[in-house]
Nanobody
Framework: QVQLVESGGGLVQVGGSLRLSCATS????????LGWFRRAPGKEREFVAA????????YYSDSVKGRFTISRDNAKNTVFLQMNSLRPEDTAVYYC???????????????????WGQGTQVTVSS
């Protein structure tokens, strides 16, 4: 059974930082591309960041580029999202996802992802 479990969310002030983790089990982690998505209150789910299965391709949404960093640790079967310079508009539930598509380019389309976590809340207060 595949499981993705996010952690690291919480309440932070504007300009602060958080590091999200997504621990996976039940899949061949090193063969999967990984992504982070988020859903803000009253809004559609949106892409945040992705990393290819090789780790050689990274992709960010324009809204987080330069502030967020995605990384993976194949030894720990975990993907991370380092979030710096947080803004109120970053407030959302953050989800990690895994895709079996072994593309050389990191994937931004939610439809390409096979497995999803339950999400972790990030709240940025002003």
């Amino acid at each position: 059974q595949v499981q993705l479990v996010e952690s690291g969310g919480g309440l932070v002030q504007v300009g602060g930082s958080l590091r999200l983790s997504c621990a996976t089990s039940g899949l061949s982690f090193s063969s999967y591309g990984l992504g982070w998505f988020r859903r803000a209150p009253g809004k559609e789910r949106e892409f945040v960041a992705a990393i290819s299965w090789t780790g050689g391709s990274l992709y960010y949404s324009d809204s987080v580029k330069g502030r967020f960093t995605i990384s993976r640790d194949n030894a720990k079967n975990t993907v991370f999202l380092q979030m710096n310079s947080l803004r109120p508009e970053d407030t959302a539930v953050y989800y990690c996802a895994a895709t079996a598509l072994r593309a050389t380019v990191a994937q931004s389309a939610a439809a390409k992802y096979d497995y999803w976590g339950q999400g972790t809340q990030v709240t940025v207060s002003s």
